[in-house]
């Protein structure tokens, strides 16, 4: 599975990422969480492989994560950045296929697999009914749906998410990630999402992931994390915690 080993990210004279050491645990719902600039998106970067540590290591069942080839490093590691690439001429059908991408040839006709695959990404992500439409005609919440429905068709054990639910409303939020919820029961997928809701957090992961000024703050179950003491120290402020009236889980009031 997915470890850091004292990783650390340099850019210039800043270090955006310093000595960070985890180990992802498969079917576990990961929250990052912290301040802007605390390192959120430099660490999802760094666990698929796109940014080379400047020291450490991002191991993959105890391999490098850059030695794997970018096709190989995609059968294991699906990833979803906060900017999503222009997709206006696809159909949603055309845009979940590019999920097959790792595992064709070159020039490769989509296989029966291929084409199977992607039907049943499209229905467990509820977008069948829209794949001959153009992207650029669905809502946020869809549309997010669809590019979901590409890194489930990718047959990756690992899910990595950058702030997905920044541009959604609260009702496509709480849809979304009911959504990955049940693509975790339903296919033991490891899933890593930055969020800045501390209570969708609570509410929807299994565990936090607290970053401070590129330090590992926090690596701990979600109800570890949510105790005013854990959350004055990630965010420097003194939050009020009550109990959800689910039971289930705690809140956190200013």
């Not at 059908?93 to 990404?121: I, K």
């Not at 990630?177 to 609570?202: E, F, K, M, P």
């Not at 854990?230 to 003194?238: D, K």
Request: charged share 20%.
């Amino acid at each position: 599975m997915l470890s850091l080993d004292s990783v650390s990210f340099r850019s210039g004279d800043r270090v955006l990422l310093d000595a960070v050491s985890f180990s992802l645990a498969p079917g576990q719902f990961y929250g990052v969480i912290g301040h802007n600039g605390a390192g959120k998106s430099t660490l999802i970067r760094l666990l698929g492989g796109e940014l080379l540590p400047s020291s450490g290591a991002v191991l993959l069942d105890g391999a490098a994560v850059h030695a794997f080839s970018a096709k190989a490093r995609a059968r294991r590691i699906a990833s979803l950045p906060q900017k999503l690439p222009d997709a206006a001429d696809f159909l949603v059908r055309e845009l979940v296929m590019l999920g097959r991408f790792p595992w064709q040839g070159w020039l490769q006709r989509p296989s029966a697999e291929d084409v199977a695959c992607v039907e049943a990404a499209m229905a467990q992500t509820d977008v069948a009914r829209f794949a001959a439409q153009p992207v650029n005609t669905l809502s946020g919440g869809e549309r997010q749906r669809a590019w979901l429905a590409l890194c489930l068709a990718q047959q990756s054990e690992v899910l990595l998410l950058d702030e997905p639910l920044a541009a959604l409303d609260i009702v496509y939020q709480v849809e979304v990630l009911q959504l990955v919820r049940q693509l975790i029961a339903a296919r033991g997928l490891t899933v890593v999402v930055i969020i800045h809701d501390i209570n969708l957090a609570a509410r929807f992961c299994d565990a936090l992931i607290a970053l401070k000024s590129g330090r590992l703050c926090r690596f701990a179950p979600v109800g570890e994390v949510m105790s005013a003491a854990a959350l004055q120290e990630v965010f420097g402020v003194r939050l009020h915690l009550l109990d959800h009236p689910d039971g289930k889980h705690r809140v956190a009031v200013v």
